[in-house]
C-alpha cells in the first residue's frame, strides 16, 4: 500500500496534469476539459470521453473493479460507436495512437474522480500486432508521469489474440514485465482450459452468452483454483446465470445484469447503491496539458 506520502504525490502529479488541460477544444491539441472537469479526447472530428462497467461480487453485489468504455460524440451530438471510430484509424500509427489516448481518458477520469478500485483498460486487436514488442511500455511510463498506480490497472486482451498462441503469450509476457495485471477472455471450457494451462491469466473471463455447463463451470473453477486464476462471468444477463456461477464457486460477474456503465461522476453513488441491492430478475509530448507517452 501506498505511504501517504506517495499518496500525496499521485495527487499533486495528476492534479498539476489536469490543471494544465485546454477548457475547450483546440486543434492542436489531443485531450480538454469539459465543464464538469471530465477529460475528453479528440480524434478526427470526434470527441471521446468515459463510461466505467462495474464489475461485482455476485453474492454482495460490492463493486471490485470498473471496465473503462468509450462514449463518443460529433459536433451534431451524433457520435461513432468505438469499432467505428476504430475502423477510421486506417494505418498502424494512427491505430496505436487512438488506442492509448483511449487508455490514457479511462485512466484520468478514474482517478481523477477518485475511482477506488480496480480499472480493467481493453487493447484493440490490431494495436497487438502494430507494436511490434515491448507492449505496455509507453503506457506504463504515461501512468508513472501522472503518478498512477500501475498495481490499479488490469490490461484486457481481446478474444480474437487466442487465436494465434505465440502472439498471445509474447503479449502477455510484455504487459507483465511492464508491471501490468491481465485479463484474458474465453468461450467455451476448451479455450478456457488451454488459456490457463499456457497464458495463465490473473483474470479469465467467461463469455456467459455461451452455453456453459454446471459441471464444466466447477471444473473450470477447479483448475483456476490450482493455478491460482480468478474467473468472472461475462456478458452476464440474468439472474439464473449469475446463480449457477455462485454454485460452481465463481463469485465475480459483469454485465447488464450486475450494473450498467456510469460516468466518472457518478463512480460513488453507483457503488454505494450496488452494494446495498439484492438480486432483482501521432501523440505530443507531456507538459502543459500534452499527451505524456514518451
Not at 24 to 32: A, C, F, G, K, T
Not at 225 to 232: F, P, W
Not at 280 to 289: E, I
Request: net charge neutral.
Amino acid at each position: 500500500m501506498a505511504s501517504a506520502n506517495e499518496a500525496g504525490a499521485a495527487l499533486t502529479a495528476l492534479t498539476h496534469y489536469l490543471e494544465g488541460l485546454p477548457r475547450r477544444p483546440e486543434s492542436d491539441r489531443q485531450l480538454w476539459r469539459d465543464a464538469r472537469g471530465q477529460v475528453q479526447g479528440q480524434f478526427y472530428n470526434c470527441s471521446l470521453t468515459s463510461a466505467f462497467e462495474p464489475l461485482i461480487t455476485l453474492s454482495s453485489r460490492d463493486v471490485v473493479a470498473h471496465e473503462g468504455t468509450l462514449r463518443t460524440y460529433a459536433g451534431d451530438g451524433v457520435g461513432l460507436s468505438a469499432w467505428k471510430l476504430f475502423a477510421m484509424a486506417a494505418d498502424d500509427a494512427s491505430l496505436v495512437s487512438l488506442d492509448r489516448l483511449s487508455r490514457l481518458v479511462h485512466a484520468i477520469n478514474y482517478f481523477a474522480a477518485d475511482g477506488d478500485r480496480k480499472l480493467v483498460l481493453n487493447v484493440h486487436n490490431r494495436l497487438l500486432a502494430a507494436v511490434a514488442d515491448d507492449h505496455g511500455a509507453a503506457f506504463r511510463r504515461a501512468l508513472q508521469s501522472l503518478g498512477l498506480p500501475l498495481d490499479r490497472f488490469v490490461i484486457q486482451v481481446p478474444a480474437s489474440a487466442n487465436d494465434d498462441l505465440p502472439l498471445l503469450l509474447h503479449v502477455v509476457g510484455n504487459y507483465r514485465r511492464n508491471g501490468f495485471a491481465v485479463s484474458l477472455q474465453a468461450s467455451d471450457p476448451a479455450e478456457a482450459g488451454a488459456l490457463m494451462a499456457h497464458a495463465l491469466p490473473d483474470w479469465l473471463k467467461l463469455d456467459m452468452r455461451r452455453n456453459w455447463t454446471d459441471r464444466q463451470l466447477a471444473g473450470l473453477q477447479a483448475s483456476a483454483d490450482s493455478a491460482g486464476v480468478t474467473l468472472i462471468g461475462r456478458r452476464l444477463e440474468n439472474a439464473e446465470n449469475a446463480e449457477r456461477l455462485q454454485a460452481a464457486g465463481i463469485v465475480l460477474g459483469q454485465g447488464s445484469f450486475t450494473g450498467s456503465a456510469v460516468s466518472a461522476r457518478q463512480l460513488h453513488a453507483v457503488s454505494g447503491e450496488a452494494g446495498s441491492q439484492e438480486f432483482k430478475g501521432g501523440m505530443s509530448r507531456s507538459g502543459s496539458g500534452g499527451v505524456p507517452w514518451r
